[in-house]
């Protein structure tokens, strides 16, 4: 059996009412709720990508050149990433011909288990948020304006205040208009605490938010900053000088910088990515904004091209919709419909 259809086994599990009653603890509910959130956001990926390849798998009745032609441009056309893509095709070349496959409704599976393998790549992956096991954990946000930053602050805060955790926002993002005001918005929407000044210089608002934090004893601290990608030289100051400041209140802070980008951009998305690692170092990607794109491979690419785990999806608007990223969960509400 491959992969998929392990993973489709495992969400897919048919129970008797017995198995049902035993099984159904908040810990179940919660995983059903998250694979169902998973399905729902992944709706027009899945519509796009997946109906492309069940055409192509009902188009020929052998495989052939022509075929992997076609295969080609649906994965670049699903944000895949042209080095990815050449890459793949060429293990899938050899699997066909090494296990003499002709059939591309056999082919359909392995394509979707070489896509997991590719990602996962034999590494461990990491996406669980670093928290610090004394003192507050202090989250850096950085990206463009208009990615959803100030959102998915907002989502995770509410996230880390239903697991019991004691939240402070902070708005470093001083100088855009309005940018203070949305995040203190969202504090109240979250039910958590907030600190920012508007006008103020940012470094000092995130020293005078970390000391609150320490003071307060909050658990975790979420910075809003500056997403302005025009002037590198500018905001690389600006992001080492409030690095500067917290590492100077809590030694191995910030614990994580988390960059937002918009999954709709595609592969400028890539380009912003490839931009923030150059100014300051990464940690995670948070994709939101998932649910939007037809273009669901994005996060393949990602891999590719900057090699910076995916930690949360956006798979929708509602404040639970923001996601941790699960590769598993991802694969199969892509492609549960094969």
């Known amino acids: 059996m491959g992969i998929f ?12 009412l017995e198995e049902k009653i035993i099984n159904d603890s908040v810990e179940d509910n919660a995983i059903k709720e998250e694979i169902e959130i998973y399905e729902k956001g992944l709706t027009k990926s899945r519509e796009g990508f997946v109906s492309r390849l069940v055409n192509l798998t009902n188009k020929y009745k052998k495989v052939n050149e022509e075929y992997f032609e076609e295969l080609e441009e649906i994965l670049i056309m699903a944000d895949i990433g042209v080095n990815t893509v050449e890459d793949f095709l060429d293990r899938l070349r050899d699997r066909v011909r090494h296990e003499n496959i002709e059939n591309p409704e056999v082919l359909k599976e392995i394509i979707v288990d070489e896509l997991f393998i590719i990602y996962v790549d034999g590494d461990v992956l990491v996406n669980k948020v670093n928290y610090s096991e004394d003192g507050p954990t202090v989250i850096l946000f950085v990206g463009v304006n208009g990615v959803g930053k100030t959102t998915t602050i907002g989502k995770l805060a509410t996230k880390m205040k239903s697991e019991g955790k004691k939240v402070l926002l902070v708005g470093a993002d001083t100088f855009r208009a309005g940018a203070v005001e949305q995040l203190k918005e969202w504090s109240e929407r979250s039910r958590v605490a907030f600190y920012g000044k508007e006008n103020s210089d940012p470094a000092s608002v995130v020293y005078d938010g970390v000391q609150k934090a320490i003071n307060e004893d909050y658990d ?5 900053t500056a997403g302005r990608l025009q002037n590198k030289t500018n905001l690389m100051k600006e992001l080492e000088k409030i690095n500067k400041v917290i590492t100077s209140l809590i030694s191995d802070a910030p614990q994580e910088v988390l960059l937002v980008i918009d999954a709709t951009t595609g592969q400028n998305g890539i380009s912003q990515a ?10 995670g990607i948070v994709l939101s904004k998932l649910d939007g794109t037809a273009k669901g491979g994005i996060v393949l690419a990602i891999k590719e091209k900057v090699d910076i785990p995916v930690k949360f999806i956006g798979l929708g608007e509602g404040q639970n919709d923001l996601q941790v990223f699960d590769i598993e969960k991802y694969i199969y509400g892509l492609f549960k419909d094969l």
């Not at 392990?6 to 969400?11: A, G, H, M, P, S």
């Not at 975790?220 to 809003?224: A, E, P, R, Y």
């Open 220 to 224: 975790v601290v979420l910075v809003d």
């Open 5 to 16: 259809n392990k993973i489709k086994t495992i969400f897919n599990k048919e129970e008797s």
């Open 274 to 283: 490839i931009a923030f690692k150059e100014i300051t170092p990464i940690t």
